[in-house]
């Protein structure tokens, strides 16, 4: 059986609790994330630590942001660590995302668009006028034109962006819950079965599989509903 298209949003205090998620729920789903609570703990260690452990790829979610020499440096620096896709935030502009591409050869610069925790209000209060999804085909247009492989948007958006930046380039959405569960601080959210059906490729879940009794479970329960949508 394939593994699902999810990536297991590992934020964990400690590494013994990350590496006991990702045993958990390695069977059922193709990606782990670090992000930054894991890696600012642990540093560049955690990443070896976690494939080591898993086997599958390994998503480094840094959200890098700053001037084009430093984020060329800093791709630089986690390059050599080989994860499969990297974050960058597409508001840094052009030349930033390019700077992360060419100095991350061998990984998939992702750009995020608009926090999926931000509202419309938020988005509004710090200068993102006009519905949150105009905001974020642009940034999609300007990442993608700068050469990042993927996009990192809300559920909510991913039709949308879809359609702006056609089927070549890989749709990463966090903000998935599934039905009936907390949204907790998530704004933009939708399903896992409507994500997909929107045209996600990869679909972040954390909490609601690794807060779970049984994270295994819960991971097999959403990779098998996907499975559903995938093959109708
Ligand atoms: O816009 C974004 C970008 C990244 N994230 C990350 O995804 C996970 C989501 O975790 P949940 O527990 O499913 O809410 C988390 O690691 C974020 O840093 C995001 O949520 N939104």
């Known amino acids: 059986m394939t593994s699902a298209p999810i990536a297991v949003a590992l934020d964990a205090p400690d590494l013994e609790t990350a590496a006991r998620w990702a045993a958990a729920v390695t069977p059922h789903v193709s990606t782990v994330k670090v992000g930054l609570e894991l890696y600012l703990r642990y540093g560049p260690d955690v990443i070896a630590s976690v494939r080591g452990a898993t086997g599958v790829q390994v998503f480094l979610d840094l959200k890098l942001h700053d001037i084009p020499n430093t984020v060329a440096g800093a791709a630089r620096a986690v ?36 926090l999926t925790s931000l509202s419309e209000a938020d988005l509004e ?3 993102v006028r006009g519905p949150s999804g ?25 039709a949308a962006v879809r359609a702006e930046v056609g089927p070549g ?10 039905a009936g569960a907390e949204t ?10 409507q994500a997909i059906a929107d045209g996600a490729d990869l679909l972040v879940i954390g909490r609601p599989i690794t ?15 996907l499975r559903r949508v995938l093959q109708a």
């Open 211 to 225: 807060a779970s009794a049984d994270p295994g479970a819960a991971a097999a329960r959403i990779a098998t509903a």
């Open 169 to 178: 380039v890989m749709l990463i959405t966090p903000g998935v819950r599934p």
């Open 79 to 114: 390059a050599r660590l080989r994860p499969a896709i990297l974050t960058v935030h597409a508001a840094g502009g052009r030349a930033m995302i390019r700077a992360a591409v060419e100095n991350a050869p061998n990984t998939r610069v992702a750009a995020v668009t608009a």
């Open 184 to 193: 907790q601080d998530q704004a933009r959210v939708a399903t896992p079965e």
């Open 125 to 127: 209060r710090i200068g």
């Open 134 to 158: 105009d905001a974020v085909r642009r940034l999609a247009v300007e990442a993608v034109g700068a050469g990042a492989q993927a996009l990192v948007c809300s559920p909510r958006e991913v």
